[in-house]
């Protein structure tokens, strides 16, 4: 008897890790509001896109659910070995989801395409202080930099610098890449159906672990109403950007719950004030009356933000004096937000000519942010009723950013959210306002000279005095008008462990079926 139950003893001790790392089960559902223009994760900085990516792809580090900075590919923090050089030791047995082993090589190759593809690549302007990247051993690589780069570790945990298997893309397109994604991620694609569903299934063989849900789906609903009445029955599992008018529905719903968060994304109208070609350079002023810094005043003090956030948000939103919501590096607590002032406004006007009113055009996107199209619809009533008689166009996002933001064609105003994991001005000046740029229509030397040294400076509280500077220099010349800092809400199916975070990141790994299934 005592043999026996040793040998049952020792069954049982052999099958508990069996229980403890189930196989993946189960699907869910995810609805952002728009599909991803590309899975390419060079190739964009879209939330979408991100999002997806991240399920297929790693980085070298990454934030964990508390937001703090994580190493993921790599072994530990990086350690810098020079004024701008930094040491990166990497993790050793991990795959690509097509076998190929990830190394030094791996890592040198996608940071390099990034360094090299400065105006082309649509992510690579975040890495653009990358020179060259030295392989000292297969699991230890030197990033050497073109100048020091405080934000180094930060930017690190962008998705667009996702780590890509050499062998499988040497000498391929992003075309390529978008239609063969190949990561060391928790998930790995299955299918794109174009504005229908992307499928991903679960890695076995992930080193942080198999993911406990098998498969992943991400289903484009770009309208509001829509995606709300499909999580109410039970057709998707988490819904984003819940417009505030329907949040109590989900709260009382007895199947769901609201989780929300304070983003890290502004939503704001951008200017142009320069014409860019097909490298992102200036051609010369703006053929538009926002090529006067006197216009893009009057149009920040026509617009009454404050009534927008309560109308139209439900008092879901921050006012903002910059784009560098509270939680950032850069902000200034000293800076408070512009108030609607219409007899300033016209007075603007006047002074810059355009005393008997002014026509624009703005364009949105429809589906994106919480609300997206009609913010811009009370904006543009809001303008009009100010003498600055705006027509108001939508487009679904990809189109938008397609045939109108990425081209510079998207003038004379256009909306847009922006928010950037680092929390840190170095990601929100830089990309959208220091030319030549993808999203950038305005050009001022100064600027540009003060951005370049804030992004060198090491020392913290110097680079802070320095973004201050920065900000009063913003304001006064406003290249765009901050309306609020969102605030996120997500609707979710009681069967799902998760919490909203305030990086908008939708990541399945982090996910789990209550009942297991």
Do not use: C
């Not at 899975?39 to 879209?46: G, I, K, R, T, Y």
């Not at 439900?314 to 910059?322: E, F, H, I, P, Q």
């Not at 850069?330 to 016209?346: E, S």
């Not at 030319?435 to 913290?460: K, L």
């Amino acid at each position: 008897m005592t043999a026996w139950r040793i040998i049952m003893a020792l069954a049982v001790a052999l099958l508990l890790p069996l229980a403890a790392f189930a196989a993946p089960a189960g699907k869910v559902i995810l609805s952002q509001g728009v599909d991803p223009t590309t899975l390419d994760m060079a190739n964009q900085s879209e939330t979408p896109a991100s999002n997806v990516g991240r399920h297929i792809f790693d980085t070298l580090f990454d934030r964990d659910p508390n937001l703090k900075v994580v190493p993921a590919l790599a072994t530990e923090m990086p350690k810098l070995v020079g004024t701008s050089t930094w040491e990166v030791k990497l993790r050793k047995g991990v795959k690509f989801h097509n076998g190929e082993d990830f190394t030094a090589e791996s890592a040198k190759f996608s940071l390099e395409r990034l360094a090299g593809g400065q105006g082309k690549l649509r992510g690579a302007s975040f890495f653009a202080p990358i020179d060259r990247v030295e392989i000292v051993d297969p699991y230890t690589i030197k990033v050497h930099t073109k100048k020091p780069w405080p934000t180094f570790t930060v930017v690190m945990t962008f998705v667009q610098g996702a780590m890509y298997p050499p062998t499988a893309y040497k000498d391929k397109d992003t075309t390529f890449i978008t239609r063969n994604p190949i990561g060391t991620g928790p998930y790995k694609f299955v299918r794109w159906q174009k504005d229908e569903e992307i499928v991903l299934d679960a890695n076995d063989n992930y080193f942080r672990g198999a993911p406990k849900i098998k498969t992943i789906v991400f289903r484009p609903i770009p309208d509001d109403a829509v995606r709300v009445a499909a999580l109410q029955n039970g057709e998707i599992d988490v819904a984003v950007n819940i417009p505030p008018h329907l949040a109590t529905i989900i709260d009382k719903h007895p199947k769901l719950f609201l989780s929300t968060a304070p983003s890290i994304r502004t939503i704001q109208l951008m200017f142009y004030s320069h014409q860019m070609d097909a490298q992102h350079k200036p051609t010369g002023p703006y053929n538009g009356p926002t090529a006067d810094k006197r216009v893009r005043q009057a149009i920040a003090y026509a617009v009454d933000a404050d009534e927008i956030i309560k109308s139209v948000l439900d008092g879901k939103g921050v006012r903002v004096a910059t784009m560098l919501p509270s939680m950032h590096f850069g902000y200034d607590p000293k800076l408070q937000p512009i108030k609607q002032d219409l007899a300033k406004a016209k007075k603007l006007l006047a002074e810059a000519g355009f005393g008997g009113g002014v026509e624009i055009t703005l364009h949105t996107p429809r589906g994106r942010y919480v609300r997206d199209a009609e913010v811009a619809e009370a904006v543009a009533g809001q303008l009009t009723k100010a003498g600055i008689k705006t027509t108001l166009r939508t487009y679904d996002f990809v189109t938008y950013l397609n045939t109108m933001v990425y081209v510079h064609r998207a003038g004379p105003v256009w909306l847009i959210g922006w928010g950037t994991p680092t929390m840190d001005a170095e990601t929100i000046y830089p990309p959208l306002f220091k030319s030549p740029g993808i999203f950038v229509n305005w050009h001022h030397e100064e600027f540009n000279r003060m951005v370049d040294e804030a992004q060198s400076i090491m020392d913290e509280k110097k680079r802070l005095e320095q973004y201050h500077r920065i900000n009063r220099l913003w304001i006064e010349e406003m290249p765009a008008v901050p309306l609020y800092q969102q605030i996120d809400l997500y609707g979710v199916n009681k069967r799902l462990n998760w919490k909203a975070r305030s990086d908008e990141v939708l990541q399945g790994f982090n996910m789990s079926l209550r009942d297991g299934k």
